[in-house]
């Protein structure tokens, strides 16, 4: 088994540079799909999720190859429409290609993509946002066939699902007329997606907003994009820094991207600076307990970093209240944060963390992608050494973490590991 072996307890220095945002870069993909001219992706980062949506490209007919962080995609002919179930499984947030593959194609299908690590993942405004654009849509099964000539229509989100937005998006693009979204997700992965969309050609505005307008049926063509930096990549750092004492900068990210996340840093002691695609942070000698952090759609405070934030503040002098509004299963670090020493309390949507003095290195195993982040951010912090396993999770969203965290000087390796 592959672990990361962290050695913690050492303040760290240094300059990191974010990755590609994996958010922006799996719909950004998908878009390819509906443009037959060549789709030029710079800044792609090589996390196994972006893997697998080039393999889906390739399985609906496209090339996709890979040079470095450029990804090449051309959709001139795809021939297929479904979505294999061994892809379907490996990545659930494959959902983002219905709207791209039903404009494209006419025709869409996969299998129901179920719950995942934080719980159950319904998919229901997406589904009937399509409807609304004319798709007809059977579940049965397990499995979804969408059909159907696409026409604009004015869609109202029951909430603001930044996938649903995505998808509809995707599917607006190729539909005749004009679609708008209210209470559309504001991402900035959105406006990404707006901004790649509209290098090919098409008519989309308002991204950003609540409102998004997409003139759709425009001829599409070729484009170059360069994908955003990873926001709660970036978060990962800041944190780690938070936890482990030191200065560090960060480059690669649009800070407004990420102010809930440091506002609360700020608050907690850090020194902040910020600067267009840098962010200064120096530590405190010990973290001091914040307001309540309440996720929430953008701008509210990420959903993404609430485990990482919640592993920096463990050791922080008093108590900080964490509600988790957006997932219902995304405490699972929590457990393995309390075998490093932490004293966290959870009740439904809410876990309250008591600060500690110090953390200790323990053997823990990641649950999920964001969770394991904030293991190692906790590692960073404790005394002593931390194996960390369930390495896979991590790897969907960070393309090389020990190498971004030894730039950071931290004492990060990978190896394989035999329980005694
Ligand atoms: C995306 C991100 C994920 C992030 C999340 C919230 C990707 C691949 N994933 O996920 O990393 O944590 O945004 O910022 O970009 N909901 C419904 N019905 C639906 C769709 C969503 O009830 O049809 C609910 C969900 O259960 C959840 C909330 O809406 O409670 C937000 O989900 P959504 O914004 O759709 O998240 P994802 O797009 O799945």
Redesign the pocket.
């Known amino acids: 088994m592959s672990v990361f072996r962290i050695e913690g307890g050492h303040p760290l220095t240094g300059t990191v540079r974010t990755q590609g945002a ?3 870069v ?2 950004i993909l998908a878009a390819t799909l509906l443009s037959p001219g060549e789709s030029v992706i710079h800044n792609c980062p090589r996390l196994t ?1 972006v893997e697998y949506t080039l393999e889906i490209l390739r399985r609906l007919g496209c090339r996709a190859e890979r040079e470095g962080e450029t990804v090449t995609v051309s959709a001139a002919a795809p021939t297929e429409w479904e979505i294999p179930d061994d892809l379907m499984r490996e990545m ?2 494959s ?2 290609f219905l709207g791209a593959i039903l404009g494209r194609m006419g025709r869409a299908e996969l299998s129901y993509p179920g719950g995942c690590e ?11 946002a399509l409807r609304a654009l004319g798709a007809e849509i059977d579940e049965r099964g397990g499995r979804l066939s969408c059909r159907g000539a696409l026409t604009g229509a004015d869609i109202t989100l ?9 998808n509809i998006m995707l599917a607006a693009v190729r539909a005749e007329g004009i679609t708008s979204i209210t209470n559309a ?1 504001r ?1 900035p ?1 959105i406006v990404d997606l707006q901004n790649f969309l509209n290098a090919l050609g098409a008519e989309v505005q308002g991204a950003g907003s609540s409102v998004i307008t997409i003139r759709g049926g425009r001829p599409l063509h070729g484009g170059e994009h360069t994908v955003i930096g990873d926001r ?1 990549a970036a978060a990962t750092w800041l944190s780690a820094v938070a936890a482990a004492g030191g200065e560090a900068r960060i480059t690669g990210v649009d800070w407004r991207h990420l102010s809930t996340v440091t506002a609360v840093l700020s608050e907690a002691g850090c020194k902040i600076e910020s600067a267009p695609n840098i962010i200064a942070i120096r530590a405190p000698e010990r973290l001091r307990a914040v307001r309540p952090i309440r ?1 929430a ?2 701008p509210g405070f ?3 970093a609430q485990a990482i934030m919640m592993a920096a503040l463990c050791t922080a002098e008093g108590a900080t209240v964490f509600a988790e ?4 299963s995304r405490y699972r670090h929590v457990d393995e944060l309390v075998r490093m020493g932490a004293d966290i309390r959870v009740e439904g949507k809410v876990a309250v963390v008591y600060g500690v003095p110090r953390l200790f290195g323990a053997q823990v195993t990641a649950a999920d ?2 969770g394991g982040a904030a293991l190692a951010v906790a590692a960073l912090g404790a005394e002593g050494e931390t194996i960390l396993s369930g390495l896979r999770h991590v790897r969907r ?1 960070y393309a090389d973490l020990p190498a971004d965290l030894r730039a950071l000087g931290a004492s990060v390796t990978e190896e394989e590991f035999r329980d005694s």
Not at 158 to 166: H, I, K, N, Q, R
């Open positions: 994996k958010n922006s799996l719909p999720d659930r947030s959902v983002i934080l719980g159950p993942r319904p998919i229901d405004l997406h589904l009937s029951a909430l603001p699902s930044v996938g649903a937005t995505e997700a991402e992965e709660i996720t759609p953008y990420p959903t993404d509004n957006i997932f219902d992608l964001r969203g």
